[in-house]
C-alpha cells in the first residue's frame, strides 16, 4: 500500500490542489457550490512556553500547518467552549506543565491525530493532570495514519473524560506511562 499526494493526475475531488513548488503556483479545483477555500501560512497559531494561568473561552483555533497550540512547561492552560479545525499535525500539544487541557471543545480535521498530553515525572509518579473533558475529537489522521491517535496519553496522570473519541484510522486512544484515566466517553469507528 502507497499513498501519494500533491500529483496533479489525482485532481479529481472539489476543494484539492497541487502545489507546483518549480514555478510556486497552487491549482485549484474549485467547489462547485461556490464554497470557500482557506490558505494558511502559520506553522502554529499559539505556542507557549512556561505560561500560567491562561484561558480562552469560545474561541476558534482553524488553519495551521503545524500544530494549533503548542503548550511547553505551562500551567492551567485551558481551551473551553470552541473548537479546533483544519490543522497539518496536532490540534493540541501539551509536554510537561500542570493541568493544561480541553474542555467542551471540538476538535476535527486534524492531519495527525487530535491531542497529545504529556506530562508528569514517572519517576516519582508526579500527576501533570492534563485533560479532555466533555469534548468531541473527530475525523483526525489525515496525513498520518499510524500511531496517530484521538489522544495519546503519555508520561503520569492524563485523564479523558465525558468525552466522544470517533473516526480514528488506526486507534482512538495510545497510552504509554502511569495513571491515566479514560472514563465516561464513547469510542466509535
Same mark, same amino acid.
Given at each position: 500500500? &502507497? ?15 497541487? *502545489? ?10 474549485? &467547489? ?21 494561568? *491562561? ?5 476558534? &483555533? ?14 492551567? &492552560? ?87 473519541? *470517533? ?23
Amino acid at each position: 500500500h &502507497f499513498y501519494m499526494y500533491n500529483t496533479f493526475w489525482d485532481l479529481d475531488t472539489e476543494g484539492e490542489y497541487v *502545489v507546483d513548488h518549480a514555478t510556486s503556483t497552487v491549482f485549484v479545483l474549485p &467547489f462547485s457550490d461556490g464554497g470557500q477555500l482557506a490558505l494558511t501560512h502559520a506553522t502554529s497559531l499559539v505556542k507557549s512556553r512556561g505560561a500560567r494561568g *491562561v484561558t480562552f473561552s469560545g474561541v476558534s &483555533f482553524i488553519g495551521a500547518r503545524g500544530s494549533a497550540l503548542v503548550l511547553h512547561d505551562s500551567s492551567d &492552560f485551558v481551551v473551553k467552549d470552541g473548537s479546533i479545525r483544519q490543522t497539518g499535525l496536532n490540534a493540541l500539544n501539551v509536554s510537561g506543565g500542570e493541568r493544561c487541557g480541553l474542555s467542551n471543545v471540538s476538535v476535527s480535521r486534524a492531519g495527525q491525530g487530535c491531542v497529545v498530553l504529556d506530562g508528569g515525572d514517572r519517576a516519582t509518579l508526579r500527576r501533570s493532570n492534563h485533560f479532555v473533558n466533555d469534548s468531541r475529537l473527530s475525523d483526525c489522521n489525515r496525513w498520518t495514519m499510524n500511531y496517530a491517535p484521538n489522544v495519546l496519553m503519555a508520561g503520569v496522570g492524563q485523564s479523558v473524560t465525558r468525552s466522544r473519541l *470517533v473516526e480514528s484510522a488506526q486507534q482512538a486512544v495510545f497510552v504509554m506511562g502511569n495513571e491515566h484515566t479514560l472514563q465516561d466517553s464513547e469510542v466509535i469507528n
